[in-house]
């Protein structure tokens, strides 16, 4: 699987001027995956490859520390002499 660069996609989402959802399709007909920045709502689009409508929408992959990061600082609070 080939992934996009984070910091490109984000810059083309801003300089759009509004933060859209980037959603990401798998063609029912040829297997192609492509992604799209849409506004909340709008039809699903053809697939770029061979044109046909109704691709299904994929669940986008993502990353983030935010829990890991929330247990650290909650266990900082509850047993500050682990981390001495």
Do not use: H, Q
Request: aromatic residues 10%.
């Amino acid at each position: 699987m080939d992934f996009p660069d984070l910091r490109n996609r984000e810059r083309s989402i801003r300089a759009a001027g509004e933060i859209m959802p980037i959603y990401e399709y798998e063609c029912s007909a040829c297997g192609n995956v492509f992604e799209r920045v849409m506004k909340v709502g709008e039809e699903k689009p053809e697939c770029p490859d061979c044109g046909a409508d109704r691709p299904r929408r994929r669940v986008a992959a993502f990353r983030t520390n935010a829990w890991s990061s929330f247990l650290d600082r909650m266990e900082k609070r509850v047993s500050p002499e682990k981390f001495k």
